[in-house]
C-alpha cells in the first residue's frame, strides 16, 4: 500500500479537518509543513476552502464526503493497493463506479451513495473503481482505518497465493 493521502477531524463534530496535501504520497516522514487545514467543504459544489503551506490533495471532497455520512468518522486514508483493487468483486467490497473519475463532484455523490445504501454498514472501506489502486478506508481513529486496510490486503493477497498456487 503506498501513495495516497490521510486526514484527521480537528474535533469530534467539526467539519474541519486536517489533510496531507498534494503531492506529498512519495514522501516517507511527513511534517506539519505537509499538512493543510480544510476549513470548509462543500463537495457537491465543488467547492474547498483551505489554509496552509500546501495545496489540499485533490482528494479533499471525498475526505469531505466520507466525513459528512457520520460524525463518528474521525480519519480517512486514501491509498492505492493493486492487490485490494483488482479483488473488489472477489472481496465483495463496496465500490464506486468505474467511469467516475477521483477528486469530482461525481465521485463525493458516489460516495455518499454508497453510505446512503447501507453497502458501507459492515465495512469501512471502500474501492473507487475509476481510479486505478484507489481504496479508501475511515474509522474513529486513524489506527482504526489502517487496520481496516491491512486486514483487506491480507484478504487480497490470500487471494492472488491461492490463483498462484493453482
Known amino acids: 500500500i503506498g501513495f495516497g493521502n490521510i486526514s484527521q477531524r480537528i474535533e469530534p463534530d467539526s467539519a474541519q479537518f486536517i489533510i496531507s496535501g498534494t503531492q506529498t504520497g512519495h514522501i516517507e516522514q511527513l511534517s506539519p509543513e505537509h499538512y493543510c487545514l480544510i476549513v470548509k467543504a ?3 459544489q465543488n467547492r474547498i476552502e483551505s489554509c496552509g503551506l500546501r495545496k489540499p490533495s485533490s482528494e479533499s471532497l471525498t475526505h469531505a464526503s466520507v ?5 463518528a468518522i474521525q480519519a480517512v486514508i486514501h491509498a492505492h493497493s493493486p492487490e485490494i483493487w483488482k479483488h473488489t468483486l472477489a472481496l465483495a467490497l463496496p465500490h464506486t463506479s468505474a467511469d467516475i473519475p477521483y477528486g469530482t463532484v461525481e465521485m463525493a455523490v ?9 453497502k458501507l454498514a459492515q465495512i469501512s ?14 474509522g474513529k481513529n486513524m489506527e482504526e482505518a489502517a487496520w481496516e486496510l491491512i486486514n483487506y490486503l491480507a484478504l487480497a493477497i490470500g487471494i492472488e497465493q491461492q490463483c498462484d498456487n493453482q
Open 42 to 44: 462543500e463537495p457537491k
Open 110 to 118: 458516489a460516495v455518499e451513495q454508497l453510505f446512503q445504501s447501507d
Open 67 to 71: 466525513y459528512a455520512q457520520d460524525n
Open 125 to 138: 472501506l471502500f474501492t473507487m473503481l475509476g481510479h486505478e489502486d484507489g481504496v479508501v478506508a475511515f
